[in-house]
């Protein structure tokens, strides 16, 4: 039965011996395992040069209101840009919530946190790309933006649901009057989802499903689904001399062992932090101890869900079972570089659960698990099946077989249901159409934005059929409180509750990710939000293949 792990943790255990990425002797350019690369200073950045990597999968479609998928957001990422977006760079630790004016160059609130002005930028330009046309940014777009998004429910609309009004007193100021007090309707407007599109997208002069014009650092030159992604530098960008490189080439690559080999043989610049594990890092570095590691601090959550509208998930019972009988911390640190256990919200969020407190209010316990589960009227257990996708990566694959095992021993047995992305996030999870699933979450970078997307009863991704009204006044009144101590209590007993009384969807943990570029890759500096505006400051240095 545990044989699977075994090999595992010997795996695990003897790249622990070792301690360092390094090439065999200890040579310069050792990375320890518990830390990223030595930051340099590569001198000033050089224009020009091509940025290649690769993901393993595509999005199904590129327009940002309709797909809360994060291969659309990703796809879309610094093509367009949002009002305020969050800081990064080599001083500011990843995750950080600091933000900074994108397409606004400066924003205020009132006193009493009810009407919120974004003063715009002036001279930005959208790009040269028909029906749009390089024309100038304005407060009409951003009014355009918001049109659309409530005429099309997505993600957006819970971002927005305290929105009374929204006026544009000239073509540079928007203003938002908030039906009540909202202190982080700034990180709201700063979130994964909260593109501007250009009017001409809302009135529907271009498929915004297959073409993206925005004033991001870069164009939309090329898109071959399941394939391939090209994208150009924006001549006319608002910020002087970015991007620094002229192109941005994405690859689709399913295949893990086919992705490192790419970066192996110099075809790709960047291996993706989202399914590379400890002993492919360990093999990469010891081959290229001058390939650079960054290790992110966890944020993406990895979770198991319910769908509450069948039977037996319909009995708070069987989803409190599921919950105790997965052995979280093992699986952790078995399978992933480092994290930590988590609740409904990260717990480096504000508001978020200490990890020690998510942990004890999860234990595992399956002969507690077995008891509720011969309490609800399954002594002998029970049979289900489980979606998931390897659009994730390898990882997420083989944190569906642990959970799988977890399950049988306290007798749920659960048939694994692979799936294409696109099938398993649109037509199964989003469409409601599963018993059990088990995947990744978008890294929500708010608390509200957890609980009002995903557990308040008309949330736009609560697909788990969740609707209990106590829990909906405690999200709303949450929202209005101004005083940070008293929203914080709030948020924790929400968690609290959520656990113990609706225990779904069931969050596992927070991990860390680890990526790789080549040594010439420099500045690369992102965000856990899905765009990717950090792009426009990463540099290529001069032996960067195709460099002239």
């Known amino acids: 039965m545990r044989s699977y792990r075994l090999v595992l943790a010997l ?39 091509t940025f290649r990597y690769a993901l393993p999968s595509d999005a199904r479609s590129l327009d940002p209101h309709e797909e809360s998928s994060f291969n659309t957001h990703i796809a879309i990422g610094s093509t367009y840009s949002k009002l305020v977006d969050f800081k990064t760079g080599p001083d500011v630790p990843y995750g950080a919530p600091e933000l900074e004016g994108d397409l606004a160059q400066s924003w205020e609130t009132s006193a009493d946190g009810t009407t919120w002005t974004f003063h715009l930028r002036q001279g930005v330009r959208f790009h040269d790309v028909a029906p749009v046309n390089g024309r100038e940014f304005t407060s009409d777009d951003v009014l355009c933006t918001v049109q659309r998004i409530r005429e099309l429910p997505g993600q957006q609309v819970s971002q927005l649901s305290m929105v009374q009004e929204v006026s544009a007193p000239d073509p540079y100021t928007v203003v938002f009057q908030l039906t009540e007090p909202y202190a982080e309707f700034d990180t709201n407007m700063a979130g994964h989802f909260m593109w501007m599109l250009p009017c001409e997208a809302a009135r529907g002069e271009f498929d915004v499903s297959t073409t993206a014009i925005g004033t991001g650092p870069y164009v939309l030159e090329r898109w071959e689904r399941d394939r391939e992604r090209v994208l150009t530098a924006h001549p006319d960008y608002y910020v002087e001399g970015q991007p620094y490189m002229e192109r941005v080439q994405v690859s689709i690559v399913p295949d893990q062992t086919a992705a490192i080999a790419a970066f192996r043989t110099g075809q790709t610049d960047y291996l993706s932090a989202l399914s590379l594990d400890l002993a492919q890092a360990e093999r990469i570095l010891t081959e290229d101890p001058d390939a650079k590691l960054t290790r992110e601090q966890g944020l993406t959550q990895a979770r198991l869900y319910m769908n509450q509208g069948r039977a037996p998930f319909d009995d708070l019972r069987v989803r409190r079972a599921v919950a105790l009988a997965i052995d979280r911390q093992g699986m952790l640190e078995t399978i992933r570089a480092g994290g930590a256990v988590t609740g409904p919200v990260t717990p480096t969020l504000f508001g978020g659960l200490p990890s020690e407190e998510a942990a004890a209010l999860q234990p595992h316990d399956p002969e507690q698990a077995r008891a509720l589960l011969a309490e609800a009227g399954f002594p002998q257990g029970l049979s289900t099946r489980m979606i998931l996708t390897d659009g994730y990566g390898e990882n997420v694959v083989r944190e569906a077989q642990w959970v799988q095992q977890d399950l049988a021993e306290v007798g749920i047995q659960v048939e694994l249901v692979l799936q294409d992305y696109a099938t398993y996030f649109t037509e199964s999870f989003a469409g409601e159409n599963y018993d059990m699933g088990y995947g990744l979450q978008t890294p929500m970078l708010t608390a509200d934005d957890y609980l009002s997307s995903e557990w308040a009863s008309e949330g736009p991704r609560n697909w788990y059929g969740i609707a209990d009204p106590a829990l909906d006044q405690m999200i709303t009144e949450q929202r209005g409180e101004l005083d940070r101590a008293t929203r914080e209590q709030q948020l924790h007993e929400i968690q609290r509750y959520i656990i113990e009384n609706v225990s779904n969807p069931v969050p596992l943990y927070v991990y860390d990710g680890l990526s790789i570029s080549a040594p010439y890759v420099h500045d690369a500096w992102p965000h856990p939000d899905y765009g990717t505006r950090h792009q426009a400051r990463i540099w290529l240095g001069p032996e960067a293949p195709g460099r002239e």
């Open 11 to 49: 795996v695990l255990v003897a790249l622990l011996g070792t301690a360092c990425f390094s090439a065999p002797g200890g040579g310069p350019g050792g990375v320890s395992l518990d830390e990223s690369s030595p930051r340099e200073d590569a001198g000033p950045a050089q224009a020009g040069g």
